[in-house]
């Protein structure tokens, strides 16, 4: 089935012009970004070159008699009350992550049990956004906003000679644990187990709100609950 989605329910809506949607779910299990290795990962180091001076050898200190009394848990106690810990300034948290939100929405999606790897996740769900790959709905949240459903939508068929074509076809073969990958315009993964599959009305846009935890939805249409192979 080709035309199936559209945004004919408002800011995040979604239609489907066939009878029952499929959706899974994925949890986030792990965000990092690709590091360096190799010898360029190796930590730079200075090199010091000798000056030639002959440093004057240090006279040796007589030792005092007296030893030093040891701190007691009540004076480290003390020391610790008058001198707090440093609070970390908020703004500059807030910037740090600010920083490390990408510019760019794009995103790339893999999913080893589906047979697909790094296709476009463009803005949108309107034919054009759909035949580049899949869509991202708008509206919906992004891997690297916490507590984000981060929603895209794809075609089962798609259209030929477009990373379109049959993206979504193995959707229904997904399994619990399996991995979906997002990969973001920085180069940050952000990697996923699917928690659940389930079947669910075009209509129902609940699905596309936040779950209360970090999560991917991948949905595509059927042609009828029940039937995953029907084309």
């Known amino acids: 089935m080709r035309g199936m989605f559209g945004t004919g329910f408002g800011r995040v809506g979604l239609y489907a012009l066939g009878v029952a949607a499929l959706l899974a779910i994925g949890a986030l299990a792990l965000a990092g970004r690709g590091m360096l290795s190799g010898a360029d990962a190796q930590p730079a180091e200075r090199a010091i070159q000798p000056t030639g001076v002959e440093e004057a050898t ?23 009350v008058k001198e707090p810990a440093p609070v970390p300034d908020e703004a500059s948290a807030s910037a740090s992550a600010s920083a490390a939100a990408p510019a760019d929405t794009m995103m790339y999606l893999s999913v080893p049990a589906m047979g697909i790897s790094d296709i476009p996740v463009v803005e949108g769900t309107s034919e054009a956004s759909l035949s580049q790959g899949a869509g991202h709905v708008t509206g919906t949240g992004y891997p690297w906003v916490p507590g984000s459903n981060t929603y895209i939508a794809g075609h089962r068929i798609g259209y030929p000679g477009t990373p379109s074509d049959h993206v979504f ?8 644990g399996d991995q979906i990958v997002l990969t973001d315009s920085n180069g940050t993964t952000y990697t996923y187990a699917v928690s659940e599959i389930f079947e669910v009305s075009p209509t129902d846009l609940s699905v596309t709100a936040p779950t209360g935890g970090d999560v ?6 059927i042609e009828d609950y029940g039937d995953y192979w029907t084309p």
Not at 67 to 75: G, I, L, N, V, Y
Not at 169 to 176: E, F
């Open 58 to 80: 240090p006279e040796p200190v007589a030792e005092t008699a007296a030893s030093t009394k040891p701190e007691s848990k009540a004076d480290q106690v003390a020391r610790a």
């Open 169 to 176: 076809w193995n959707l229904p073969n997904l399994g619990q």
């Open 216 to 221: 991917v939805s991948l949905q595509t249409c």
